[in-house]
């Protein structure tokens, strides 16, 4: 692609970009909208009037009372009057349409943010497993405020300015189309220039909002990272990793900028010159007779001179805030059309009872028993199979990307409440197995099967209700605690959370906190120790009560003493449940039924604990300490 190419793509998809973020304008404040554009032409149209209203002053009334023993003011006075009355419409106009702005500005970013927010939490996970949290953030912040300003400011002052020229040129060609000759000449250059330095302008601001959305990511992840910094004397280095990025901004918002800024000056110095050429001419002309020029006109259309060339110094004031609420706004619609995570399944989790046939009839209320509701289309009948936590993977193959392949032919059962571990080195394909089960992704080629159903076909919002997960890194939500157990299930009582927490052996430390339940986390719970906020992730597990469970190193960041409290309770809450394992400490997972020994995307031993040890391969050396995992 050569360079004139490209720069019609940018400038198609920047028109793209202005026409969607208009949609939003005109789709819920059309006549809020449409008030406005009427007031900026009222306001306009007065603010002309103050040129236009020389040459009538002039030419009409002052002229002709100059010399007059006994001169007659009230017509004078008369058109004053008007011409106050036109000034007070044209205030009163500029204060309705900016009030009206304001309104229309924060009601589109609040859709906007909407909208994106509502989009987001539909994005699979793959998108922001390939997007850094900072430059997630930055779309909501820095990206949100440029449009902002542009909506507020801008898009008012555009308009105003755009009809000022219009009315203006009118104007002009009407007292004198020879020296309008002269403006038109003066209008293509200023246009030429101005589209040169804005096209330059706006490809740096694209790269300004990048950049800015670069440092963001990068900050928020050496905040999160603070510690391992110090402790690996790493300051250094992300100094100047941070001056890299810094600079990159640096240069392309100095480029920016400075053909941003070159632009008002170039402009304001080709109306000056305008100024003096319609001057002369208009001097030359008015001597020899031709095109009657007066010294009304004269007086008139130089004022209208100055006034034609006003708006697009106005223009090139708010070019900044355009464009860079353009490049902002064409980041937020990029991510806005991400494809949202696919969802094909038709097979829905509902509650059922039996009837005296032993046969299920669906429910409403909550009735402890679930079942998969599946419409065959085939021919409209409904079947219910009873949610067991049966599991079952069939020549699983699958890959984060075609080119590299993480599991291959993977094929493992899970009767119901059976307990399968997973050991392994880091990156044998532990946690992905995990990530599968959820449908986080979809495998490349093979099946798995969730009550005797293809997990392809299960609605994924009743597939992962049905699963309950502990892992690694907990996240807690700012809130009270009672609300962060809660989060397993939002219906779930007060009598349930207690007994959840007790379950997690974590209603311990919470009763001796000075507010209980109700003592409010933020940042995270940094607030508590990590081993007590992996009890309230096992307590938040165990308030949704699900028949399949997966602990990923659920109990990794708990000391020794802890550990052997909580797999107490791990134990209560692993009964009757399929429960799947993943752990470096192989003494949790020696009551396992099934042990699955991975290496490098397969399964090179399976059996329980006692087998393994026979065998005395991986695993026996692994829990002898003869082998370490990586």
């Known amino acids: 692609m050569n360079k004139n190419d490209e720069k019609v793509r940018v400038s ?6 202005a026409k969607r973020l208009l949609r939003y304008v005109t789709s819920r404040y059309k006549v809020q909208f449409f008030a406005v554009f009427i007031c900026i032409i009222i306001s306009s149209v007065a603010s002309i009037s103050v040129s236009l209203s020389l040459k009538f002053l002039l030419d009409d009334f002052i002229i002709p009372l100059i010399g007059q023993k006994s001169p007659n003011f009230t017509e004078l006075y008369q058109a004053l009057g008007v011409l106050g009355c036109i000034f007070l419409s044209g205030v009163i106009s500029s204060f309705i349409y ?3 702005m ?30 850094t949290n900072g430059s997630i953030m930055s779309l909501y912040t820095n990206d949100t405020d440029t449009l902002r300003q542009m909506i507020n400011q801008s898009i008012p002052q555009v308009l105003m300015s755009s009809i000022t020229i219009v009315v203006t040129f009118i104007s002009m060609l009407a007292l004198s189309p020879l020296l309008t000759i002269l403006a038109v000449v003066m209008i293509v250059v200023l246009i030429t220039v101005a589209k040169k330095i804005g096209g330059n302008s706006g490809k740096y601001f694209l790269k300004q909002q990048i950049a800015i959305a670069n440092i963001t990511g990068f900050v928020e992840e050496r905040m999160n990272g603070q510690r391992v910094i110090k ?14 990025l810094n600079e990159k901004l640096y240069d392309s918002a100095a480029n920016a900028n400075t053909f941003a800024n070159m632009m008002g000056p170039i402009i304001g110095n080709i109306g000056n010159l305008q100024f003096v050429l319609t001057a002369v001419l208009g001097g030359f002309l008015s001597v020899i007779g031709v095109g009657g020029i007066t010294l009304g006109v004269m007086a ?12 697009f110094m106005q223009v090139a004031q708010q070019f900044n805030s355009i464009v860079m609420a353009l490049a902002g706004a064409e980041r937020i619609f990029a991510m806005m059309d991400e494809e949202p995570e696919v969802d094909e399944g038709y097979v829905t989790l509902v509650n059922v009872r039996k009837d005296q046939n032993g046969n299920f ?33 069939f020549d699983m193959t699958f890959g984060y990307t075609d080119e590299k392949m993480v599991l291959h032919d993977l ?31 979809d495998v490349q080629d093979g099946k798995i099967r969730y009550d005797g159903i293809n997990i392809n076909k299960i609605k994924k919002y009743d597939l992962r209700r049905s699963l309950g997960i502990v892992l690694q890194d907990t996240h807690l939500f700012t809130g009270t605690i009672m609300e962060n157990i809660r989060y397993g299930r939002l219906d779930a009582t007060d009598e349930d959370v207690y007994e959840a927490a007790k379950l997690a052996h974590a209603d311990q430390f919470i009763n001796m906190l000075p507010n209980g339940y109700q003592t409010m986390l933020s940042g995270d719970g ?12 096992i307590a938040r597990a165990a308030v949704s009560n699900p028949p399949v469970l997966i602990l990923d190193e659920a109990t990794s960041s708990i000391d020794t003493r802890t550990e052997s409290i909580v797999q107490k309770g791990m134990d209560n809450l692993m009964k009757g449940r399929t429960v799947f394992v993943i752990a470096h400490r192989l003494s949790t997972i020696r009551n396992s039924d099934a042990i699955m020994v991975l290496e490098h995307g397969r399964i090179i031993e399976r059996g329980d604990h006692e087998d393994l040890i026979k065998q005395k391969g991986t695993y026996y050396q692994l829990y002898t300490g003869k082998l370490e995992l990586s």
């Open 526 to 537: 940094e607030e508590l120790s990590q081993g007590q906020r992996q009890l309230l992730a």
């Open 361 to 393: 009839i669906e429910c409403k209320e909550r009735t402890g028993m679930w079942a998969w509701k599946h419409p065959h289309q085939a021919d409209g009948t409904v079947t219910y199979t009873e949610l067991k936590g049966d599991v079952r993977f």
């Open 102 to 131: 304001v309104t229309i500005g924060q009601g589109v970013l609040k859709q906007v943010r909407d909208d994106m927010f509502e989009h987001m939490q539909k994005l699979p996970i793959r998108y922001f497993d390939q997007n």
């Open 231 to 244: 402790i690996f004397n790493h300051e250094r280095v992300s100094e100047e990793e941070f001056d890299e």
């Open 98 to 100: 900016t009030r009206l």
């Open 411 to 441: 094929t493992l059962y899970a009767k119901p409440g059976q307990k399968i571990a997973f050991v392994g080195s880091t990156g044998a394909g532990k946690t992905t197995i995990t990530n599968l089960i959820n449908r986080f992704y």
């Open 12 to 17: 198609k998809g920047t028109l793209k970009t």
């Open 300 to 311: 008139s259309y130089l004022q209208f001179t100055k006034s034609f060339t006003q708006p």
